[in-house]
C-alpha cells in the first residue's frame, strides 16, 4: 500500500534581513526566517508559518520528498 504525502508550504518573501530580524520575526509573529538558494538564482529570504511546518514534518516521508514551495502566492 503506497502511502503517497505531497507537500506544499506557503512562504512569503522578506526584506528584512540578518539575525537581529530573524530572532523578531521568530518571536514576534511565530515565523520561521528561511532563505532558498540554486536555481541559477539569487537566494531569496522567505518566512515560513511555525504551525504549518512542523505538521508537516509529522509525516516521516516530507525528509524525503520534494517540497514544493508557493512564495507570495506563486510556485
Not at 504525502?5 to 530573524?22: N, P, T, W, Y
Not at 508537516?56 to 517540497?67: N, P, V
Request: without cysteine; charged residues 25%; hydrophobic residues 35%.
Amino acid at each position: 500500500m503506497s502511502d503517497k504525502h505531497e507537500f506544499i508550504l506557503e512562504a512569503k518573501s522578506r526584506a528584512d534581513v540578518g539575525k537581529g530580524a530573524s530572532r523578531r520575526l521568530r518571536r514576534t509573529s511565530g515565523a520561521i526566517p528561511a532563505i532558498i538558494y540554486g536555481g541559477g538564482q539569487n537566494p531569496a529570504s522567505i518566512t515560513l508559518r511555525h504551525d504549518d511546518l512542523l505538521h508537516a514534518t509529522e509525516h516521516e516521508a516530507f525528509f524525503s520528498s520534494i517540497i514544493e514551495l508557493k512564495v507570495d502566492g506563486t510556485q
